[in-house]
């Protein structure tokens, strides 16, 4: 008969450097490590165990749910983001530029199909083309004699990353998986957001009403507020089990799935409630309280979300330009430097007076304008052929709109934060 295991833990702290943690094993006999016995909690979770009352919370989704086994969840519906595995290819800020690279793409593709029709698919892996990006799914359809043809109506808006709208080719050829996407934005939709579970990054949230990308903040899922049936009938995501939870909670004056929903979205951006799950957070679909003052917090969770869909057309901050030289063509940098409240945007141009609350409105690990910078900075594409036939952005061409879309995040930046801020002692 096999012993019992016995598993002893010890850990260094997350804020010592490489070389202080390799001297202290080079300093440390194994004898004198002062280590701690543990045991696994119910979900077989070994260390970083969460005590609190999570699993007595209403659960927000349910893959028995979805599945129709159940109607327990408040939400029947739930998705993760696109995955293309080629975002290079099929995302772009510019239309006319997703034109170039997916025509090109198709076009190698079919040529393959006529050069390889009836190959066995193991050796079409050694015979094709990569100078495209090629995934299983997409080789597989060369095996099968599969032609593709090339529709502009698939370009639509996408949110790419926080607040970074990108044109996207929306194929189910050319996009590896699309889950529940395709059904969800078949008409007018909005959706919460979320990061996955097992995420390494804070929680964050963030709605949208256009198709999103897996990466938007982390491994992302979304809540949306409508699902559509087989005829393309529109019906409100929160089931009739979960709308029941609240008007038992709280009677059922003022209270709609739409209000339910504010509520959701508000409760998610609590910091005591983000504090307090955050351990269950990075392993599970976030339940949600039943806090007294469920129209507070609806109110709350609707001034986020119209600041956050709203963003391209929100008041401009009124942050100081400064020019600082005068080079025809300045060096893009796209820096942020927190301590002295700047945007170095390039070589001549720096945007002052960055108000200190914008920089702690984060999504992960990044405030909303570093993702911004991030995303607008000059970068050679890791794809070698998007790297040399289609390798044509320039910060300078997008310098103006960024300008703008900074004022307008930071005026959202600052108002968030300002509502997050009143929840901090609410419960």
């Not at 910078?373 to 040399?388: G, N, R, S």
């Amino acid at each position: 008969m096999a012993k019992q295991c016995n598993i002893q833990y010890y850990t260094l702290t997350d804020d010592m450097l490489k070389e202080e943690k390799l001297q202290w094993f080079a300093q440390t006999q194994f004898k004198d490590i002062p280590f701690t016995h543990i045991q696994p909690d119910k979900n077989n979770n070994w260390i970083n165990i969460a005590d609190n009352d999570f699993d007595t919370l209403l659960p927000l989704a349910d893959k028995a749910v979805k599945q129709g086994k159940s109607k327990k969840a408040l939400f029947e519906l739930f998705s993760l983001g696109v995955v293309t595995a080629r975002d290079e290819w099929v995302y772009d800020f510019k239309e006319e530029n997703i034109i170039d690279k997916v025509n090109f793409l198709i076009d190698v593709y079919n040529q393959g199909l006529e050069k390889h029709k009836g190959k066995d698919k193991d050796d079409i892996k050694n015979l094709v083309d990569y100078s495209i990006k090629w995934t299983r799914a997409v080789k597989n359809d060369l095996s099968k004699g599969k032609k593709y043809f090339y529709d502009d109506k698939l370009i639509i808006d996408s949110l790419y990353r926080p607040f970074i709208k990108k044109k996207l080719y929306f194929s189910k050829e050319l996009n590896e998986m699309q889950y529940q996407l395709p059904i969800l934005f078949s008409n007018k939709n909005y959706v919460i957001s979320i990061s996955g579970g097992s995420s390494s990054k804070p929680f964050s949230v963030l709605v949208t009403d256009t198709p999103y990308c897996y990466d938007l903040i982390e491994k992302t899922q979304c809540l949306p507020f409508y699902r559509y049936d087989a005829n393309g009938n529109q019906i409100e995501n929160i089931t009739d089990w979960g709308f029941n939870q609240f008007t038992k909670q709280y009677g059922k004056k003022g209270i709609t799935k739409e209000s339910i929903f504010h509520y959701v979205y508000g409760v998610l951006h609590s910091p005591a409630y983000r504090k307090k799950y955050e351990l269950n957070l990075k392993r599970a679909f976030p339940r949600i309280p039943l806090y007294s003052n469920f129209q507070q917090w609806s109110n709350w969770g609707k001034q986020l979300m119209e600041l956050h869909l709203n963003y391209e057309t929100i008041a401009l901050y009124n942050l100081t330009e400064i020019i600082t030289d005068t080079k025809e063509k300045p060096k893009a940098k796209l820096k942020a430097d927190k301590e002295n409240n700047l945007i170095i945007l390039d070589e001549n141009t720096t945007l002052q007076n960055i108000p200190t609350l914008a920089w702690q409105y984060k999504l992960g690990n990044r405030s909303a304008l570093e993702w911004i910078l991030d995303q607008y900075k000059e970068k050679k594409p890791k794809d070698p052929t998007i790297a040399e036939k289609f390798n044509n952005y320039k910060f300078a061409d997008y310098k103006t709109q960024v300008i703008e879309l900074l004022k307008r995040v930071c005026t959202v930046s600052v108002k968030t934060m300002k509502i997050i801020d009143e929840m901090e002692n609410a419960e």
